[in-house]
């Protein structure tokens, strides 16, 4: 903002006077206002230089190379999964989805790896952590981190939903049989259902009521699942608030809508 040093006007002596007064005390209030503008602005969005190729290959020697740092217990302790599913995972999800394969920007630096975003997602699956405790290890900002994790779901999702997210058949019945009674030696088991509770962190005060029991003194939501020992989930039901117990849980799930409505599976026990 410039403002006229002198009048372009005739002007007597008063007016002269009167009109260089003006003018000082608007070049006052401006030196306040650029002040306070500039001790008000945002500061500038640090970028961080992170060195992709280093950490993807840090993270391959110590998991993915022929003698890796890490056994396979540890990565199944880690990831929450074998190492060879992980790979069937990743390669499945590199071929059938634009987001995860590896590209280049304009500048020709490589983008992460589709291992990278992939142990980004699974490890925020596995241990619950928050998206940017990533940033040191694998140097992934926690919007990548975020990016990866929901692109991730949908395509598993997409991939796997009609095949592993379904009631069993009566052939996989007599599957599940038979692994039941080679591990546990227990003929005609099937399994068994419980209801966990998940902590809510950021509960509004006026739900509070609604989710928390007297033997939980924090805010819950109810998760009934039903899933066999390979993770092949028959039925998952989330979303009850946490003062509920399991019988008001199973009056509301769908779980045994099949058996009275006739469609179930024969099953003796």
Same mark, same amino acid.
């Given at each position: ?6 009048s372009?006007c005739?002007?007597?002596s008063?007016?002269?006077t009167q009109s ?5 005390t608007?070049?006052?209030?401006v030196?306040?206002y650029?002040?306070?503008d500039t001790s ?5 969005k640090k ?5 992709r190729?280093r950490?993807n290959?840090v993270?391959m020697?110590d998991y993915?190379?022929e003698?890796?740092?890490y056994?396979?217990?540890?990565f199944?302790d880690?990831?929450r999964l074998?190492?060879?599913l992980?790979?069937k995972?990743?390669?499945?999800i590199?071929t059938s989805?634009?987001?995860f ?9 490589p ?5 990278q975003?992939c ?9 619950c952590?928050?998206?940017d405790?990533?940033d040191e ?5 926690s919007?990548?981190?975020r990016?990866c994790?929901h692109?991730f ?5 997409k ?6 997210l379904r009631?069993p058949?009566s052939?996989?019945?007599s599957r599940?049989?038979?692994a ?11 399994g068994s259902?419980d ?7 950021n509960?509004?005060?006026e739900l509070?009521?609604a989710?928390?029991?007297?033997d939980?003194?924090r805010?819950t939501?109810?998760?009934?699942a039903v899933?066999?020992n390979?993770?092949w989930?028959?039925e998952?039901?989330f979303?009850?608030p946490?003062?509920n117990n399991?019988?008001?849980v199973?009056?509301?799930?769908s779980?045994?809508?099949?058996v009275?409505d006739g469609?179930? !599976?024969?099953? !003796?026990f």
């Amino acid at each position: 903002m410039e403002f006229p040093t002198h009048s372009t006007c005739p002007m007597d002596s008063d007016g002269d006077t009167q009109s260089s007064s003006d003018i000082e005390t608007l070049k006052y209030f401006v030196s306040v206002y650029n002040e306070l503008d500039t001790s008000s602005s945002r500061p500038k969005k640090k970028m961080v230089d992170r060195d992709r190729i280093r950490a993807n290959e840090v993270l391959m020697n110590d998991y993915f190379v022929e003698n890796p740092l890490y056994n396979a217990e540890t990565f199944r302790d880690r990831f929450r999964l074998p190492k060879q599913l992980f790979l069937k995972i990743v390669g499945d999800i590199e071929t059938s989805k634009e987001w995860f394969p590896e590209r280049y920007n304009a500048r020709g630096k490589p983008s992460f790896t589709p291992i990278q975003k992939c142990t980004s997602a699974i490890r925020q699956l596995a241990t619950c952590n928050p998206p940017d405790q990533y940033d040191e290890y694998p140097t992934m900002a926690s919007r990548t981190s975020r990016e990866c994790l929901h692109f991730f779901c949908n395509a598993v999702i997409k991939l796997y939903g009609k095949e592993f997210l379904r009631k069993p058949t009566s052939h996989d019945i007599s599957r599940i049989y038979a692994a039941h009674e080679a591990r546990w030696h227990f003929p005609g088991m099937l399994g068994s259902i419980d209801c966990t509770h998940i902590e809510w962190k950021n509960c509004p005060r006026e739900l509070r009521g609604a989710y928390v029991r007297g033997d939980i003194k924090r805010p819950t939501i109810i998760l009934e699942a039903v899933a066999s020992n390979d993770l092949w989930i028959w039925e998952s039901y989330f979303g009850v608030p946490g003062s509920n117990n399991d019988i008001n849980v199973l009056h509301t799930s769908s779980l045994f809508q099949t058996v009275t409505d006739g469609t179930t !599976p024969f099953s !003796p026990f």
